[in-house]
């Protein structure tokens, strides 16, 4: 297991390099002068050298690239120069907001897609079968902002149950905190579940084939006993595998979203910063959800062995 560990941390570090790599290589070759942006055509030439120094843009690019990647490992990411606060402070803000949607909407995907798929895969060939089938379709197919857009002029504006937009934040208002994030969640979660139910049938369904199945079932095991002790353990690997992928999505693209109910998020960030022209502060946002992808799929990695250890030891 040691080694196994070994190699998988080994290779999102490289990954994790090279996206930083890429990330600032394409910062680096946008077109424009982000002095020029910021101060705006009417300054005069010594106020943008003078701009540019301060933001480093008369360095060479390796000795730039050297200097933000060891601030990246010191924790210092910089000052935001829209905001003039440091950079580091700002996104934490920022993923208070990014990560409780995340971690909500995958719980609500999670809670909807399993049982719909154990349902469908219980009745398959049936009007149950196909009606999970014909939501996952309909999930897949309907963009999530238009999910949100629905849920607003049912949930906020006709019944007034949730608020249309905005976050209150969560210092002594911690119910209207969650209460903000709901129908943002489930605009993203209903797509995800979507997913979700079909990898969870079809992995059920490839696992009912077994011959340990068989077994069971010829011991005495009613379908259902079967379904739910055996298979659905055995069916874990994908089901983990997508679901932490699908994790990941909801953190680093839940941009539209955030739009949509006005949520400030890391998207809302990134979408702000880009029109502003603050390079430092896209950069680490960029690298940081880089970063969580890695970290997310390398638990899943680690989840997977555990659940399945014949890959591993096959590695071995």
């Not at 990647?69 to 803000?93: C, E, F, M, N, R």
Request: proline share 5%; charged share 15%.
């Amino acid at each position: 297991m040691t080694s196994f560990l070994a190699r998988r941390v080994s290779v999102c570090l490289v990954t994790l390099w090279a996206a930083s790599v890429v990330v600032f290589a394409a910062m680096t070759a946008l077109p424009g002068d982000p002095a020029l942006v910021m101060l705006g055509t009417e300054a005069s030439p010594e106020t943008l050298a003078a701009l540019r120094r301060e933001l480093g843009l008369d360095r060479p690019v390796v000795e730039r690239y050297a200097a933000w990647v060891g601030g990246l490992l010191t924790g210092d990411l910089g000052v935001s120069h829209a905001y003039d606060v440091a950079v580091g402070a700002l996104i934490a803000d920022r993923l208070a907001v990014t990560v409780p949607l995340a971690v909500l909407a995958m719980g609500l995907a999670v809670a909807v897609a399993v049982p719909l798929g154990v349902l469908a895969a219980d009745r398959r060939g049936r009007f149950a079968d196909y009606g999970v089938l014909g939501f996952a379709q309909l999930g897949v197919a309907v963009p999530g902002f238009w999910i949100g857009i629905l849920l607003i002029l049912v949930f906020a504006v006709e019944l007034g149950w949730f608020p249309a937009g905005g976050f209150p934040g969560w210092q002594d208002q911690a119910a209207a905190a969650l209460s903000a994030l709901v129908l943002p969640a489930l605009a993203l979660a209903l797509p995800e579940a979507a997913i979700l139910a079909r990898v969870t049938r079809a992995a059920l369904l490839e696992t009912l084939a077994e011959d340990f199945v068989r077994t069971a079932r010829a011991k005495g095991l009613g379908r259902r006993a079967v379904l739910v002790r055996h298979v659905l353990r055995n069916a874990l690997v994908p089901m983990v595998t997508i679901g932490g992928l699908q994790f990941a999505f909801l953190i680093a693209g839940a941009i539209i979203i955030e739009s949509v109910f006005t949520l400030p998020g890391l998207g809302r960030l990134v979408v702000q910063a880009i029109g502003q022209r603050d390079l430092v502060v896209v950069q680490s946002v960029v690298v940081l959800l880089a970063a969580l992808v890695i970290a997310v799929n390398l638990l899943v990695d680690l989840a997977a062995a555990a659940i399945d250890p014949r890959p591993r030891l096959a590695d071995r």
